[in-house]
C-alpha cells in the first residue's frame, strides 16, 4: 500500500464512519479499485477504525467526561442510566463479534455487488427516517437502546452503514435528533477498541504479517482521525437540522455505481 493509497482510504474511513454513507462499503470500493485485498486491507481496517473513535472521544470528551464522573458517582443518576444503556446497546454486535466474526470476515471478500445493495438499503432507512413522523420521546429508553444496538449489529454488513441504520433506528422510533446523534457516535467506541485490543492480543493486527508498512499504516491513522473529527462535528449538525434525506440520494447514486461496477467485472 503506497502512501496516497494509505491517505486516500484514511480519508475516505474519517468522513464515512460518521456520515450515514458506511465506511466499510466505502473502504471495500476504494480498497478494490486500488487492487487491495486480504489480511492486509483488516488490519489497515483496525488501524483506522481506531482512528475514527479517537476522534469521536475528543469530539464528544465533554459528553464521555460528565458520563464518567456520573457513572462513578455510584447512584442511579441520569448518567449512569446513560451509560448502561451504551452497555445494553453493545450486547447484540458483542454476540456477532464473538459467535460470527469469521463469517463477518468472509463479507470484506464478497465483491462489490453485496456493497451497492446494502447502500441502497441504507438509503431507504435514511429515507423513511425523515419522512416519517413519529411520537417524540423526551428520553431514549433501555428498549429504545437495545433495539439500536440491534441495528448496529445489522451494520457489521458492508454497505450498510452504522451511523446510518442507528440514528435511523433511532429517529423511527421517536427520540431527538441531536440525542440519538451523539449516542450513535458513543456506543460505537467500546467495540470498535475491544476488538482493536483482541485483535492485538491475539496477534492478528501486525505490521509485518500485514504487509503493509509502518508509515502506511500511520498516515492513514492521521488522515482517518482528523477528517474523523471533522464529519464528527459535522454530521451532529447535519442530523439536527434533519437533512438526512441528501445522504440518501448519495446512497442510492454510490450503491448503483458499485452495482454496474461488480456487473461490468
Not at 492513514?220 to 440518501?248: E, H, N, P, Q
Request: charged share 15%.
Amino acid at each position: 500500500m503506497s502512501f496516497t493509497e494509505s491517505l486516500v482510504l484514511g480519508v475516505i474511513q474519517g468522513l464515512t464512519e460518521f456520515l450515514p454513507v458506511s465506511s466499510s462499503g466505502h473502504l471495500l470500493i476504494g480498497s478494490t479499485l486500488f487492487g487491495l485485498e486480504g489480511e492486509g486491507n483488516l488490519s489497515f481496517s483496525v488501524a483506522v477504525h481506531a482512528a475514527t473513535v479517537l476522534s469521536t472521544i475528543v469530539v464528544l470528551w465533554r459528553e464521555v467526561s460528565v458520563l464518567f464522573k456520573g457513572f462513578f458517582s455510584f447512584k442511579w443518576n441520569e448518567e449512569t442510566q446513560m451509560v448502561c444503556k451504551i452497555l445494553l446497546s453493545m450486547i447484540p454486535v458483542a454476540i456477532v463479534g464473538v459467535f460470527f466474526k469469521d463469517y463477518v470476515e468472509m463479507l470484506f471478500v464478497g465483491g462489490l455487488l453485496p456493497v451497492g445493495c446494502m447502500l441502497i438499503l441504507t438509503a431507504t432507512l435514511l429515507a423513511f427516517s425523515y419522512y416519517a413522523k413519529p411520537r417524540q420521546k423526551e428520553k431514549l429508553s433501555f428498549k429504545d437502546a437495545f433495539i439500536i444496538g440491534v441495528a448496529q449489529a445489522c451494520a457489521v454488513i458492508p454497505g450498510l452503514s452504522r451511523s446510518g441504520s442507528t440514528i435511523a433506528a433511532g429517529l423511527l422510533l421517536g427520540n431527538k435528533k441531536e440525542q440519538i446523534a451523539k449516542f450513535s457516535f458513543l456506543m460505537v467506541i467500546i467495540p470498535i477498541l475491544g476488538e482493536a485490543f483482541l485483535d492485538l492480543t491475539k496477534g492478528e493486527f501486525s505490521v509485518e504479517a500485514s504487509g503493509i508498512s509502518a508509515t502506511a499504516l500511520i498516515t492513514g491513522f492521521l488522515a482517518a482521525f482528523i477528517t474523523g473529527s471533522i464529519a464528527c462535528r459535522w454530521m451532529i449538525d447535519m442530523v439536527k437540522k434533519g437533512k438526512l434525506i441528501y445522504f440518501a440520494y448519495y446512497c442510492v447514486a454510490a450503491g448503483l455505481c458499485a452495482i454496474v461496477y461488480s456487473l461490468m467485472n
